[in-house]
């Protein structure tokens, strides 16, 4: 847990040391920062094929070996596993409100709901609720950094990375006293994985047959998407891009006009 | 983006993309006293009577393919400002384009959006619009805030709508779900697709005509 922790500092330090990160930026909504492109490209041609090869044959290779109700029961439970974690994200942003509809959820969920297999708490008027690490860092004011594509794991950032690792440490998977093996929990991320592949399928295969730029349109479409869970709404509303002004010309330097904070 | 919006994504497109250039009147004018941040009545009506407006041609024509891309079309032709949105998408190339070029890529830009939407018109399953508010940023250019509801979805799903006010009518520029701007990502996209191709619109205007061959043939 210690070299977690001074990772995420070194992330936090590289974050704000990026020079680019101090461009002032007109309209953050329209502002990529991709410094690592090249290879982050080459890794996605790698997870392309990756994907094309494995990662879709197995998700959908699961979807024909259980039933939409068991697979609807399997998502249900891996949700509820991470409750306690969005608890603990609700509560380090502040968000009390957010964090007692966490803890009721899970309460309902793993007792009536028997172990989370059924939502109960939906229909009783307490709907999920997304909350991350990353998220809770972009609200503490630390910017996202440089974009990275992860094969396997596709879209995010240096912010969002770091905090995919904090949250793999602060899930109820790794307290000790619930014994989980290794093995176990192995088996559930690879579930886990195969339903979240499985029900992204028509969403990336929608953007590979339309998107000019499939990278760029993922890329675009994950960095809009992580900055509306941070920045506070009127503020993103207030730094909408002008629909009569084009961005800065053709030939602009990347760094200015392709960096800034969200 | 989660899974569930998927198709509300999709039937979203339909109204950031699309249509023709013509400006049809709205009798939704634009108060006088409108100020940045208010909230604007004569947008969030416009947004709650067109969205009914589209529901109802997806309801009454299910099934009638034909009929529903007829429909449709001559619906984002009112509703949509095409010509706004065509200028936007292209961001810093607008500066660069040949007046040839614009033409060519007005034309192949709204059968590329089209084939888009049409392809995804089976995905509507019954869902509902209501608006719960709005933001102007200007007396003429405001966002406003919808819930999607009811069909396949198991909650509601927040849509935003940024609708711009010019000659008395209002007409929608882009559409947020999950927090992602559809005419903001297609701009990426085009710019990323001429940035690589070393500054050569031709190149994202060939592309897209082969696209949109494929779609017809397909």
Redesign the interface.
């Known amino acids: 847990m210690r070299a977690v922790w001074i990772g995420l500092a070194g992330v936090i330090a590289a974050s704000l040391w990026l020079p680019a990160q101090a461009v002032a930026a007109t309209d953050p909504?329209?502002q990529?920062y991709d410094p690592w492109e090249h290879f982050n490209r080459g890794l996605y041609r790698f997870n392309d094929d990756l994907d094309h090869a494995v990662l879709r044959p197995a998700a959908l290779g699961y979807k024909r070996a259980l039933a939409r109700p068991v697979r609807k029961g399997v998502r249900n439970v891996l949700n509820n596993i991470d409750t306690p974690n969005t608890l603990m994200n609700d509560l380090l942003q502040g968000r009390i409100g957010l964090g007692g509809q966490s803890a009721a959820r899970f309460v309902i969920n793993s007792t009536i709901g028997v172990a989370g297999i059924f939502d109960v708490a939906?229909p009783l008027g307490i709907?999920?609720h997304d909350a991350d690490f990353g998220q809770t860092l972009g609200r503490w004011g630390l910017p996202p950094g440089p974009y990275l594509f992860v094969p396997v794991f596709g879209p995010s950032d240096l912010r969002d990375g770091a905090g995919r690792i904090v949250d793999g440490f602060a899930s109820i998977l790794s307290l000790h006293d619930l014994h989980v093996t290794t093995p176990y929990r192995t088996g559930i991320e690879v579930i886990d994985g195969l339903d979240s592949r499985l029900?992204?399928d028509?969403?990336i295969e929608?953007v590979k047959h339309?998107?000019?730029?499939p990278?760029?349109?993922e890329?675009?479409?994950y960095l809009?998407?992580?900055?509306?869970?941070v920045v506070d709404s009127?503020k993103a509303?207030?730094q909408?891009?002008s629909?009569?002004e084009?961005?800065?010309?053709?030939?602009?330097p990347p760094a200015a006009?392709k960096s800034g904070p969200s | 983006?989660r899974?569930f919006s998927?198709s509300l994504?999709?039937a979203v497109v339909l109204i950031a993309m699309g249509g023709a250039v013509a400006v049809i009147p709205s009798p939704f004018i634009v108060p006088a006293s409108a100020q940045s941040?208010a909230r604007n009545a004569g947008a969030e009506q416009f947004v709650q009577t067109e969205a009914q407006r589209a529901l109802n041609i997806l309801t009454q024509h299910r099934g009638d393919i034909a009929s529903e891309k007829r429909l449709f079309r001559a619906f984002i032709d009112q509703v949509a400002?095409v010509q706004?949105?065509t200028?936007?998408v292209?961001?810093?190339?607008?500066?660069?384009i040949s007046p040839g070029q614009q033409r060519e890529f007005a034309t192949v830009f709204r059968e590329y959006a089209s084939n888009?939407y049409e392809s995804r018109l089976n995905e509507y399953h019954g869902e509902s619009l209501r608006v719960t508010g709005s933001?102007a940023?200007t007396p003429t250019d405001v966002?406003v805030q919808t819930e999607v509801y009811g069909g396949k979805l198991?909650?509601p799903v927040a849509v935003l709508w940024?609708v711009?006010a010019e000659s008395g009518g209002w007409r929608v520029?882009?559409v947020?779900v999950?927090?992602?701007?559809l005419a903001?990502?297609q701009?990426?996209?085009?710019?990323?697709?001429?940035d690589?191709a070393g500054?050569n619109i031709q190149v994202?205007i060939d592309?897209?005509k082969r696209?949109v061959a494929k779609d017809e043939a397909g």
Do not use: C, H
């Open positions: 909504a329209m990529i939906s709907p999920a029900a992204l028509s969403t929608d339309t998107a000019t730029d990278y760029a349109t890329r675009s479409a809009q998407n992580r900055r509306s869970r009127r509303v207030d909408l891009p629909f009569d084009p961005p800065p010309a053709a030939g602009a006009a | 983006m899974p998927q994504f999709a941040g400002d706004r949105i200028y936007f292209l961001g810093k190339y607008n500066r660069s888009v933001v940023r966002v198991e909650q940024r711009l520029v882009d947020q999950d927090g992602v701007w903001i990502t701009q990426q996209d085009f710019v990323s697709t001429i690589n500054g994202l592309q897209l696209q």
